[in-house]
């Protein structure tokens, strides 16, 4: 019947609710948790020259591009409050230096170790040190599901405000081993002065939340090809 239907996703919904206290992967607290660890695919995090490119070198506490203009693109050294002070401003939140590349975007990318449900990748960014003097960057999500890679959205950072952007899945996914999500920093015309602050985090629902999520019909299964 479509009460009993009704009232069994209501009462399933209601028990995601009270389980919902989820595990968040967090960009900056791995880098405090790792910080001199080298970029590797094996990370949970790590950065690449452009999307899909090779990896970027490690050099102590960040990620970089040797021999490119100015070593960049590059990622990871870590922003702290009133660091990196500029026309553009100090960093207002703790998070890590992302510079783009001349028409080569910096890219980080999560690639969870084990089987893990996601929701959006959530990112907050900002112009700090001499950002002011160039014309902002791009960001743009994707997603890298059983082996389609699709755009999630892009937005652009300018002017002096932190901003706090989510890029949804469709649905709540479940990532497995080979899926990810990437985030490219693009030069938005001119990657002089990139200078950014950013964080980026995924809030997972815990085990028992994404399984009553699917008996109630509120998650699509995924076929693997």
């Known amino acids: 019947m479509k009460t009993s239907s009704l009232a069994t996703v209501i009462t ?17 607290d791995w880098l405090t948790a790792n910080p001199t660890t080298p970029n590797s695919t094996a990370n949970e995090w790590y950065g690449t020259i452009g999307l899909g490119g090779a990896m970027m070198t490690t050099n102590g506490s960040y990620w970089y591009s040797p021999g490119y203009p100015n070593s960049t693109p590059l990622i990871g050294i870590r922003t702290t409050v009133g660091s990196d002070n500029g026309a553009a401003g100090p960093a207002t939140f703790d998070g890590a230096w992302v510079h783009s590349g001349p028409g080569v975007p910096a890219v980080l990318v999560f690639a969870p170790t084990v089987s893990t449900w996601v929701g959006a990748m959530n990112i907050q960014s900002e112009l700090i040190a001499n950002g002011l003097s160039g014309n902002g960057i791009t960001i743009t999500v994707y997603a890298t599901i059983a082996g389609n890679t699709t755009s999630l959205g892009t937005t652009t950072l300018t002017g002096t405000n932190s901003q706090i952007d989510s890029f949804n899945l469709p649905n709540l996914t479940q990532l497995n081993a080979g899926d990810s999500l990437s985030i490219a920093f693009g030069d938005n015309g001119s990657y002089l002065f990139d200078h950014v602050n950013f964080n ?8 028992g939340a994404a399984a009553l999520l699917t008996l109630a019909g509120l998650v699509p299964s995924r076929r693997r090809r």
Do not use: E, G, K, Q
């Open 200 to 207: 980026a985090w995924i809030t997972v629902p815990t085990p």
């Open 12 to 28: 399933l919904a209601s028990l995601v609710c009270s389980a919902a206290h989820a595990d968040v992967h967090n960009f900056r």
